[in-house]
RNA sequence: GGGCGAUUAGCUCAGCUGGUUUAGAGCAUCUGCUUUACGAGCAGAGGGUCAGAGGUUCAAAUCCUCUAUCGCCCACCA
């Protein structure tokens, strides 16, 4: 075997590592920020990679997600435009502290025995070590991101860029401290965000309990009948989903116009086993229908409770320690876990009486995001965003159209919550992340009792001492920032903000983000708002929102569920063309994977090498190849001028399709070109013309079968990188403008002309023809079982000498496609017994049998094929009959039908005629 | 409780703004094949009243309404 040649079977694994570190080395992923203007900022493409978590390894939703990017990116590279795609890593604050705790704890270490400073350390040292795998994994896929533009969350630039949000928005009064209620994960032991908690369906109690009235003796008057066991002599019952908050009640509360209870507003009554008098009040925000109409209100572990709370001045007991067991405001349940202190407080009601009944009760409840441990609304002193500012520029900047989502469903999304907006809780009781740059000076703090800010000092650096009294030891608040806060910069912030670098100055703003629908709150919507607030700039043109990864079972993929497909082992298995590709084409919605699936793209891999060792083994006496086709395209052959033509067609889809995110049709477009149009007819009609003697036909056919492949090579490489370049560069070596060549196909150009040079309807139709007639033949031997080795001869028959001459011209070719010996042609033939027939509109083909036919079986043929052709006929004559549809559809489509009548009575005709041969 | 998506051949899915589609593809099934690249292949075949019911229209898998089943997201009803 010649260097030249390709080996039997591809070998992904050899040429994915030689071609990635190739392209890498090289420097072609990485483009120059021009800021000389020598280029316009139209031709700039820029995507922001959704960072990944240090923690994160290669999952199949990152690999759906980053092989979409790695297409538009390459496409857009290779369509000569400025192409950045800037990667990076998210420090994931929460998961990877859980990590390097968990860790710890296999040494039986907390983070506590090692101390802030120290436990930091040992969090860097495990991204060091661990931190880098999903880049490279980001690399065996093929991503072609600008690996020197790589950013971490918590580098040194970003931290940066954190402490100046933080500072400019606290300027602005946007960010404020407050006591609130907030999610709160025990186990994780930090306030999360809303968006964090995720609410779960979850099968719980609703509990009745009665609470005495206090002052005995006052009578309670019966209302109704069959009210009695909600209005007792000397009690209320109220429901409650978690009756161990009841330690922490401050008020028990009634419709105001709930006339079950009206007597009882202004009363009090005890709160059992606190025996602890609150009041009854009226508030609008119960729901007489919902349970007994009376609401326990326990402001310190409920956020509406909190609200009611703040409305009448109740007092807030918070009766949780961070670690959800119960504090000393719990009484006798101190100490005991939230859980378990729900067990005895029911218990100890039932000791009472006072416990009535628990119905089952399914409801939602927030979950910690990360650790899924059930949270706790807990009232704490947090820092907050103040979103309905930054919510209004990105709804205005929606309106004046500057981000557009695709598929257009999810704007509804966005623009819902961005409508319905809360405060952010962007404080965290962790230690890896960014601290928050707020100091205080104590001393300060005691003397402003008024709400001042005195004493608090935001700083974007770290300060030396306090402003108004001089004190140098100043105490930077412990907590950390929300991981999104951060995030939420990246598309400005890994380009250098705060700095005017030049990196910032042209690839602002970046043009397409690509992502999943879970992190359009988390993310996609705060980088909208951040862009605009910091650089009164959108950050990105438009969102692609794609679909989600799942397991065949339709459960989402993971491994905790133990149902994931590990895209490494794919990848080691069939190579990551195969798997993008297959991903790819199954991405017209959520994708749901099994391991089958892959094979589409395996076998399309296997396909193409194939076809390309055919290609190159037929030119081994050739290096006439050229970038542009110097041949005068009149006197090509059919086939060529098919195929040139086909590839034109196919290329403005797939142009076309890419623009608006249809990977999966532009893909499934050129599958079905490559396979079908390519390999199955046009290298089959190639192969007599490649093996001929006649030079000049023979080079003609060289040079387009090159041509061709060459373009295809080229549409393909955005979607298979690796398989497309290995081959090219065969195919290069038998170009003799090699010099007019990039070195890598990264760099080519990618094929799409507007001048269409190459449109042939003739050559189409004429293809048609051909095809029809093969498929005719060979049909027709199947169906009646004669052996293969059987030799046969035709007769085609059509009034059109067009299609007579089309089929004359390709003689040689119908032949070998159709194994015929020979055939005639003929302007019209009388049928005899001794031929079967298969009937086109236009043509019929008939194969002379000699008996070797079961008249039985052809009469059921024949009548198989009459009864299509009828019902087909009746069809359409019904169409006909309607005189609406004549007088309304256009005349056009009139027209058509009638032609297509004809057509179907000529077939039923032939049929007929031949059928009666077998009578 | 709201919103969104799905429902098309045994399985997995295309079918975008109604009319060249007699509703397609891949896998699976069946038949045949050492045809000078590919059996991960080649050549054929069978298989669907497009979830159901209404409606709009000359014309509906495609647009509208309702229903059913499944899935996702959002939501402070204790």
Redesign the pocket.
Known sequence: MSSEDLA???NSKETEVKWYSYWESQGYFHPKSDTEGKRFRDSRYVIVIPPPNVTGILHMGHALNNSIQDILIRWNRMKGNDTLWVPGVDHAGIATQNVVERKLAKEKKTRYDLGREAFLQEVWKWKEEHGNTITRQLRRLGASCDWSRERFTMDEGLSRAVREAFVTLYERGLIYQGHYIINWCPRCQTALS??E???K?VEGG?YHIKYPIAGKGRQVRQTEVGQAEKVGEDHVV?????PETMLGDTAVAV?PRDPRYRHLVGKKVILPLMEREIPVIEDE????????????VTPAH???DFVMGQRHQLAQINILNPDGTINQNGGAYVGLDRFEARKRVVEDLKARGLFIRRDS?L??VGHCYRCNTMIEPYLSKQWFVRMRPLAEKALAAYYQGKTKFYPD?WT??YL??LE?I?DWCISRQIWWGHQIPVWYCDPCLEISSDKKKQGIIAARETPAQCPDCGNKNLRQDPDVLDTWFSSWLWPFSTLGWPDATDDLKYFYPTSDLVTA??I??FWVARMIMAGLEFLQEVPFRRVYIHG?V?A?S???MSKSLGNAIDPLEVIEE?GAD?LRFSMI??S?????L?R??F??G??F???I???S??VL?NLKDFSGGRLDLDLDLSKLSLADRWILSRLEQVSSAVENQLG?F?L??AS?EL??FV??DF???Y??LS??IL?SVEKSKKEATQKVIFFVLERILRLLHPFMPFISEEIWQKLKAKACDQNLWPLTLSLASWPHEKAKRFENPEAQKALDILQRA??GI??L???L?L???QKLSAVIASDQSEILSVLKDHEGQIK?LA?LEGFDLKPSFEKTKAFVANAFSDFEVFIRIEGLVDPVKERGRLE?KIA??R??ID?IQR?LA?P??T????ES?VQ?ER??LVD?QR?LKSHEAHLELFQ
Request: charged share 35%; net charge positive; aromatic share 10%.
């Open positions: 039997t079977k591809y809303d968006e908690a995720a609410h369906e609703l109220l429901a409650t989903t978690r419709h925000f119960v729901d007489p229908e919902f349970g007994t109409g009376v609401v326990k409920d956020p509406n009760h409801h939602a469903r509804k999304v819902n919550w319905g809360r629908p879970e359009i709150f989600t799942r065949q339709g459960f989402k069939m195969a084409m199954l017209a919605q959520d994708v749901y099994s089958e699936k094979e589409v395996r076998n891999t296997n396909k090498w194939n076809a060792r055919f083994m608006d249809g999966s049709q499934s599958y079905h396979w079908n390999c199955d007819w290298i089959e192969k007599p093996a093969v498929k060979r049909d031997r199947l169906r079982q052996p293969p080795t070998i194994r198989h299509e052709a019902s087909r069809l169409k309607d609406d549809f007088a309304k559809a256009p489509l058509k032609e297509k179907a077939v």
